[in-house]
């Protein structure tokens, strides 16, 4: 089970993961704007990937504490969920606008 030590261990994968989905996501956007919508498909799976990892990352946690551990929240804990909830945000707004570039291009 994670102690709070490892809390914070879980919480910078959520952040580095998290951020790189995003960065990902912004990627494939810009790819779509320039016509490249294969290339963008490709960066959504990969930010799609980084995502299930942050995924894993939170479960772990949320499992932990369903089982009896106890966490103090602390900063950092509550900006590494912030940035997955915003990345998951960015993701379908991304997805979005994906399709509706593909729209206006044909």
Known sequence: MPTDTNSEQIAFQLI???GNAKSLLMEA???????????????INEANAE????????TSLIQSE?????????ILLVHAQ???????TTRDLVEEI???H?????
């Open 66 to 74: 369903a089982g009896g551990q106890q966490y103090k929240i602390n």
């Open 29 to 43: 956007m810009y790819k779509a704007r320039d016509g490249e919508f294969e290339e963008a498909r490709r960066k």
């Open 98 to 100: 994906i399709y509706l």
């Open 102 to 106: 593909e729209k206006i291009s044909l």
């Open 16 to 18: 580095l993961h998290s």
């Open 82 to 88: 912030d940035h997955l909830m915003n990345t998951l």
């Open 51 to 58: 995502l299930r990892l942050a995924h894993h990352s939170q």
